[in-house]
């Protein structure tokens, strides 16, 4: 247990004699928790939004003004040729284009219906299908306002039926998104840390030869690992209280759960981080190698963990995949606790998986764990 | 100049010699392509749904059919009451319940109008909305075959037309945002490091008193990287043109140019990094902690950049990657010259000019 300690005493001291990791462990994260919180949004506003006006009427007028109005365009110029226009979209300076055609309110008056053409930058597909959304209810509700003008007098037609929705959105009824995204970039900062340091610490003694030298110790090998990691896991609970902190402060981040939860979660969650980060370390010979596998593995963890992208949308064999990532659990348990004051019972499918992948983990690193090179 | 070609020799010996990390360096963007552009989309797929039907008529029956028949939605499963939409939430079993009234069917006959909740578990704000939009859609088409035989006048028929990618792929997000990382992470991350290697190993001092010049050093130990980059941005392009069908509606060439462009400035940042780092440790959790996120959500790889805060747009304007995969999707997907993409192009070289100039400084401070 003293020998322990000592290695205990020793990593901290080696982590904070460094005077320029301090503000990356700590600084950096928390910076970045707060700022790019801002930043992940999948919310579509401010369309850059262009038209071309070739029939001049009022009801044209009426229809740009229409888009004017509403929030989320940003209506800029009307565009004297399609020629203009359109190199204007290949520039990037319109990403929604209305081409109101000559006789639109003639056509509408005579013939009862216009064509109208819009054109829409697609390359983000997901952001065009939302655009085309907002666009074509601008036009409904437009045509709708046409009809009432001018059925008031004669309605006898025979009445449409009428389904009505009604969205109830819970949890967070506001829809902001920033309540969604602070707990899930948070568990990000949370396991890049631990991950990067714990991969590249062992290497690094390896490295630098004093691995050697600890190797000739009488010191058992899991006192060494215990005594090694536990700093880390110190660091990354330390990180985890502070970017709670500042989700409640900063982001009022609602916390319907329960706090021991969490970080009961988060205390076997670690485990598996560092397991990973000692097993990299165990195979690998330079920290330049083992920082390319923490960097590969922590992208596609990223990546897959349904923290930008939903899980569900993933084709099977992916979604699978995303079974062996342990962000995913982290991201899942944290949205859950916080957001929806899930309880134990609701998380024990993580927790016990979690606590498994931690098992297996640093079992294998432990055995692969050579004291003798 | 000999003995710097000999410099440079010794350096690729380096790389070569050590075959694990060159198989990591190049196998790690290949898989990570590939399983990015397959399984990555932010699309909404398959959402699980539950359906709480308090009607249980022909009606309700023929919406849910149409539902379940959507590829939005797969029904998890029937509820029977209210109570229990709390508990299913809880569990994240579903992302909604549509909740059908009472004598739906009658109602909708009687008074020709009906309502249904849509219940979502809106912890996801997007997927939230975007349920609420998808249900919209099908019941608006369902009553639209319901409402045919009357007539509507007046109506403003809309046509729309989706430029550079009709089709809506999400891939065509992915790729330039993947190829974007890969070179930018790997650049600067190789870079940093092996320089700050030398330092920390002591083998920099015993380099800078050799007769090849500092710079010939930097310029020496940049150099096989560019070269491995290069090769790493052309099998990416490959890869995503062959399988990801990918166009490249633009010139070749120029996304060769403009590929080395943003290659020498990742690596430029690598190596200003490595002159204010004493350590590897240092300077890897510099390029991983400082870079990674900020590349990630800032470059408008993934999150539309005009949607964020004003403070956040003008802090992604320093984002290098920003301004490379507006220039990657302006010549793949939208087959613009450089006519289109001058300004891009200059704030990149600008960009590596300043970066480079910063190392020089700082580099000579260092050595006095």
């Known amino acids: 247990m003293k020998t322990i300690l000592y290695i205990i005493q020793k990593e901290f001291k080696q982590i904070f004699r460094n005077k320029g990791m301090l503000p990356i462990i700590f600084v950096l994260p928390l910076l970045q928790l707060v700022i790019l919180s801002n930043a992940a949004t999948f919310e579509v506003k401010n369309i850059k939004f262009g038209y071309i006006d070739k029939d001049h009427s009022s009801t044209s007028r009426a229809l740009v003004e229409k888009f004017n109005a509403s929030t989320y365009f940003n209506v800029l110029t009307d565009f004297p040729s399609e020629a203009i226009a359109s190199a204007e979209m290949l520039k990037g300076e319109i990403d929604v284009l209305l081409q109101i055609p000559q006789y639109f309110e003639r056509d509408l008056q005579i013939e009862k219906h216009a064509n109208l053409g819009i054109t829409i930058n697609a390359i983000d597909g997901a952001a065009a299908g939302v655009e085309n959304v907002y666009v074509n209810q601008i036009i409904q509700r437009f045509n709708q306002n046409i009809k009432m003008d001018v059925l008031q007098v004669s309605d006898k037609q025979v009445q449409p039926i009428a389904i009505e929705t009604i969205p109830l959105f819970w949890y967070n009824k506001t829809l902001n998104y920033k309540t969604f995204m602070v707990p899930g970039i948070l568990v990000l900062l949370v396991t890049m840390i631990t991950l990067f340091l ?14 050697e030298q600890i190797n000739v110790t009488p010191i058992k090998k899991s006192q060494f690992i215990i005594g090694k990691l536990f700093p880390f896991w110190v660091i990354g609970m330390g990180l985890l209280t502070i970017g709670l902190i500042l989700a409640k402060v900063i982001f009022d981040v609602p916390m319907l759960g329960s706090l021991t939860l969490m970080y009961f979660y988060t205390s076997i969650y670690i485990l598996v981080i560092l397991g990973i980060g000692l097993f990299i370390s165990n195979f690998t010979d330079t920290q330049q190698q083992a920082m390319f596998i923490a960097w590969f593995f922590t992208v596609i963890f990223i990546l897959m963990s349904g923290l930008f992208t939903p899980i569900e949308s993933m084709p099977k064999w ?56 | 100049m000999k003995r710097f070609i000999g410099f440079i020799k010794k350096e690729f010996y380096h790389i070569f010699r050590d075959r694990r990390s060159l198989f990591i360096l190049f196998g790690m963007p290949i898989a990570q392509i590939m399983l990015f552009g397959f399984a990555i989309t932010n699309e909404i797929n398959n959402v699980d749904i539950a359906i709480l039907d308090h009607s249980k008529d022909a009606t309700t029956e023929e919406i849910i059919n149409k539902i379940s028949a959507s590829k939005y939605f797969s029904i998890h ?18 992302k909604a319940v549509l909740n059908f009234e009472k004598n739906f069917s009658k109602k909708l006959i009687r008074d020709h109008k009906a309502t249904i909740q849509i219940i979502t578990d809106a912890t996801d704000p997007n997927t939230a909305n975007t349920i609420s939009n998808y249900v919209n859609a099908i019941l608006i088409q369902y009553q639209k075959d319901w409402n045919k035989d009357i007539t509507i006048a007046y109506q403003i028929i809309p046509r729309t037309r989706m430029v550079y990618n009709p089709e809506l792929k999400s891939v065509y997000m992915f790729v330039p945002g993947v190829m974007t990382i890969i070179l930018m992470l790997v650049s600067a991350m190789m870079t940093s490091i092996s320089i700050t290697k030398e330092k920390e190993l002591g083998t920099m001092e015993i380099l800078l008193v050799s007769p090849i010049k500092p710079i010939q050093v930097i310029v020496g130990k940049v150099f096989p990287y560019i070269f491995l980059s290069v090769i790493n941005a052309i099998v990416i392009v490959v890869l995503s043109i062959f399988i990801f069908k990918m166009p490249v509606q633009g010139s070749l060439f120029l996304l060769a140019m403009e590929s080395i462009l943003f290659i020498i400035s990742a690596l430029a940042l690598g190596i200003l990094i490595s002159t ?29 950049i005009s949607s964020m805060p004003l403070p956040l747009q003008m802090i992604s304007n320093i984002i290098p990657a920003k301004w490379f995969i507006i220039i990657i999707k302006g010549i793949m997907l939208k087959g613009v010259g450089l006519q289109y993409l001058w300004k891009e192009t200059l704030i990149l070289v600008g960009m590596t000019i300043f970066f480079i100039a910063l190392s020089v400084k700082k580099y000579k401070i260092r050595l006095e």
């Open chain 1, 198 to 211: 714990s991969g590249m610490n062992i290497v690094r003694e390896k490295e630098i030869g004093t691995l």
């Open chain 1, 318 to 373: 992916a979604q699978t995949l995303t079974e062996f990532n342990p962000i995913r659990y982290f991201v899942e348990v944290m949205r859950m606790v916080m957001l929806k004051g899930s309880g134990l019972n609701d998380i024990l499918p993580q927790v016990l998986k979690t606590a498994l992948y931690a098992f297996v983990m640093n079992g294998l690193a432990v055995w692969s764990y050579k004291k003798t090179t």
């Open chain 2, 77 to 94: 499963q029937f509820m029977d009451r209210e109570a229990d939409v709390e508990t299913i939430f809880k569990k994240g079993k579903v």
């Open chain 2, 276 to 304: 204010i780092s004493a350590t590897q440790q240092t300077a890897m959790m510099i390029s991983l902690m400082g870079l990674m996120l900020p590349v990630i959500l800032l470059s408008g790889f993934i999150f539309p």
